[in-house]
């Protein structure tokens, strides 16, 4: 069987899909942690994306690019992590819903 | 002669140790002792400045003393170029002021001394205040007479007008005497300002105001027989400041209502010292007066009327010092007359002889007042001769001395003005002769009525009978009671303002002569008058003018004159026929003076019917007389009404035009204000006001956005994306 060659065209399908799936979660889930996953899918559709140009141009800068986003990825997480922490210990709670004292 | 500058100082020093000090703590005898000394001092220091001054040759007979400075030079213009203005306190002894210090010095001390009897009976402040007055008073009429320029003079000359001012309202709580006191204090400023442009006037043409200067410097001018040239118009203005003080027509109105002053005062400063100072400023600037012939006739007539119509009105008065303030103003009119003819020397010696005779008619007046305890109706006197033999005795040789009769002091300077008004303008002589009728019958008329006759005054209690005063007490009786006050109603004032005198409230006794301090003075006065005259006998009796010899070096007599007026050479080429002259006059003005003696004595003596019957017979001219030909009633229509009314206009100008400027202006400010604030609240607030209204508004809208929500925001992110998306995508 002969398999289609993979084009860009499928990579930016797939990236595109990954990150309406990430936009979804943001939206739409309540529990913060699935927020935060989602983001981490978003970032990661965008990696897909920079590695899938980097092969098709054959310049290392998008890859380069992705590792780099890969690393702040690592750091907003613990970041990220940290927040959530710290909002548990004071809310018992991980509802988003729940996340709104810096209102009007 | 150094010394002559204390002699003002001392009666000053007096005023000023009694005004500060006497009012408040000495006692009646330590403030007459005051007033007197300093008044003796003075007058010693005049007679020995005086005899200093005769033991000099005539020709050197002047003594100026500097004591400083009071005007710095400034430069001003005057008719030819720049002068210095330069003022200096300078005082002169000359012939003139050595006679006018002795009679103020000699008259004022006899009554200070004559003053404090008679003002016994005022509180122990007031009487301090009385003397503090006199003796300031003696201070500037000593400063006018010996002042060496017209300025020192003029201060002199104002502070006289301010103490007589002063003293016409010494019993200021009765409204007759304080309206006395104002309206002599602003008819003389009338005067003051003739005399004051006449000052200014002298500067700017002579560019000095130093009497000897001034008089040096008119020798060189020409005399102003045909026009009204500058020195016309100086002495015009001079002439004006004299009639005021020296009450004279038309201003001669303040000095009958000066009598409401306390008699002394009467006495010093409205007949012997103070009224004559416009004939002694005359006399002083005659050097200008000569060159004036014009003023001169309007001097004379001015002169020889006013004493003729003060006459007139004399005739009638019933106020025993009315009379004599009247028949003062007619003496005046004597001197002025004096003056108008050339003759300033007989001008200041019937100032001389005046001096006496009327100081001591006064003061007699003053005692018979005293002794009929405040009453000055001579109808309701009468037969006192009895009663008050030396004031009587005294008062008889004063009016014989006025009326002319040989050989009192009046005689010889009435005489010597009349020869010379003969020599002058014939009708003028005419006039002073009436005028001496006139002054001889009111005299003998006020001495008759007082002194002679019977008694027709209210009955008095006798010791022998007290039921009578209990029975006058009860039934109220209208005799005087205090027999030491100044009139009833007066006493009431003292004594609501002042407290209860401290007097011993006696019943009336009786008319009673005067105590010893009163008495001296008239003798001493009467002596004056009986021979004052004697420095001035005419040569046509053998004498030797001498006064006329001594005041040649300051005043310009008819040696000067002879050149200048016509009259003056006439006399002294016809030295033959004028004693002829001479004698005749005198004959006549004797004569006349018997004559309106004899006439008094027929009308108010022998048979007292005849004025009363006149007065029926010519009620419209007695009542013109008895109304002082309505003067003052036409004075007070015309000026005063005409300052009211002119007063009233410019009120209603102010009120109407000036004020309704300035209303109108606040009024266009408070609209011009009003818009201001419209404005800004409504424009400027209002727009300041929409911006922050607008951003508060909006904000509070736009807030809503805001919910805290993370998950909204990224929806808000999503959709952003989403359209600019489709906007760039529509955009290609």
Known sequence: ?104 | MNFIWLIPLVPAVGAVLLGLVGIRWFSRTASAAVACGSMAIALALSIVAFVQLVQLPPDVRVHDVVLGNWIPPIPLATATGIGSFQVPWAVRLDPLSAVMILVVTGVGFLIHVYSTAYMLDEPRGAYARFFCYLNLFCFFMLTLVLGANIPVMFVGWEGVGLCSYLLIGFWYEKQSASDAGKKAFIVNRIGDWGFILGMMMVFYVFGTLDFRAVSQAVQAMPTETAGFGAISIICLLLFIGATGKSAQIPLYVWLPDAMEGPTPVSALIHAATMVTAGVYMMARTSALFIHAPLVMTIVAVIGGVTAFVAATIGLVQNDIKRVLAYSTVSQLGYMFLATGVGAFAAGIFHLTTHAFFKALLFLGGGSVIHAMAGEQNMQRMGGLRRHLPVTYATMLIGTLAIAGIPPFAGFFSKDEILYRAFLGYHVMWFLAVVTALLTAFYMYRLLSLTFLGSYRGPAWATHASPAAVVEAAIHGVAHPVDAHAHGQAQRKEHEVTHGAADVTTAVWHGPHESPRAMTVPLIALAIGAVFAGFIGIPAVLGGGNALERFLEPSVAGPAHSAETSAAGAAAHHESGESSSVEWVLMLVSVGVAAAGILGARHFYLTNPAIPQRLAHAWPRTYALLLNKYYVDEAYDATVVQGTMAASRGLRAFDRAVIDGAVDGSGWLTRIAAWCAHMIDKYIVDGLVNLVGWMASEGSLMLRRLQTGLVQNYALMMLAGVFVFLTLVLLAH
């Open chain 1, 1 to 104: 069987m002969t398999i289609a060659p993979i084009t860009p065209y499928h990579y930016l399908a797939l990236s595109a899909a990954l990150f309406m799936i990430g936009v979804m979660g943001v939206m739409l889930r309540r529990n913060i942690i699935i927020v935060f996953m989602s983001i981490e899918l978003m970032l990661n559709a965008v990696n897909i994306n920079l590695a899938a140009f980097s092969t098709q141009w054959q310049n290392a800068v998008g890859q380069v690019f992705a590792i780099f986003v890969i690393a702040v990825a690592a750091a907003e997480a613990a970041v990220g992590l940290g927040i959530i922490l710290a909002f548990y210990r004071n809310k018992d709670t991980l509802d988003v819903d729940e996340m709104n004292i810096m209102r009007w």
